[in-house]
């Protein structure tokens, strides 16, 4: 089995793969975009890939978002917790006072916002493609930059810790999916993912969708909205409630859905996930 992630090695993607029971023993296959997996995937590259979709702090992973309904082909089969811990690293000797520059993908950029302003008020944030790529880049002897991300990111290039736990909430956690060619089987503790738009802007036209779950007494855990890049005002809508697609309930459900919408994605139905890892 082959698992794709957001690379290089050294990044919370790489740390998510390691503790993800579902891909347990796969070759862990590197990729410098989410967009780059997710494409391996569809071409058959890959049997799986695993992709972060929220933040507790930073919310949706929107570029994970768009490739689930833009370009549709993979449905998700899994879903892991996991406790993020961000710290700021620097080449061996570099004191904090010297940092110009802190290096990361944005979602750390902006999970260590509070930390950020409080004690490099005056560095220039820059983003990058992963955690790993700034680390690697730091360590490459980019002049007084340093870099957020995870341990394992200073232990394999070399770089010391500046400052431990720099994100702004200890609950820091981020949500990775496992998308695979095929939704996971009912469970008995299951959450089923859709996104929809509606044909025309109306009064209550997301209110009778969301009433379809309301009557069968099914829970919805969350539900968000991103452009459809075709015209302003027009919105894709990301719906997770729980239970299997499966389910005489979500099979209802999806069936009276189906009916109020211009278009529907089934994303998958996987089991729910517990604490985080």
Known sequence: MRVGYLGPPGTFSEEAVARCEAVRGAEAVPFPTFADAHEALLRGEL????????NSIE???SAVLDLLVHRPGARIRAELLLQVRQHLLARPGTRLEQVRRVLSHPQPLGQCARFLRARLPAAA???????????RKVAAGEPDAA????????????????????????????RFVLLAREDAPPSGAD???????????????LYEVM?????????LSKIESRPTKQAMGH???????????ADPAGASAL???????????????????????
């Open 147 to 174: 870099a957020l991300g995870p341990r394992r990111a200073a232990e394999r290039y070399g770089l010391e810790v500046l400052a431990e736990n720099v994100q702004d909430s200890d609950e820091n956690v981020t």
């Open 47 to 54: 049997d799986a890939a695993l992709l972060p979709i929220e």
């Open 235 to 245: 919105y894709v809508f990301y719906l997770d409630f729980e239970g299997h697609r």
């Open 59 to 61: 919310g949706a992973v």
């Open 125 to 135: 944030l820059e983003p990058a493609l992963s955690t790993a790529e700034a680390a």
């Open 211 to 219: 009433g379809e779950f309301a009557r069968r007494g099914i829970n």
């Open 191 to 205: 959450r089923t993912s859709i996104a929809f738009t509606l044909d025309r802007d109306r009064p209550g036209g």
């Open 255 to 277: 069936e009276g859905v189906r009916e109020q919408v211009h278009e529907l994605h089934l994303l998958g139905s996987y089991p729910r996930t517990g604490a985080p890892v």
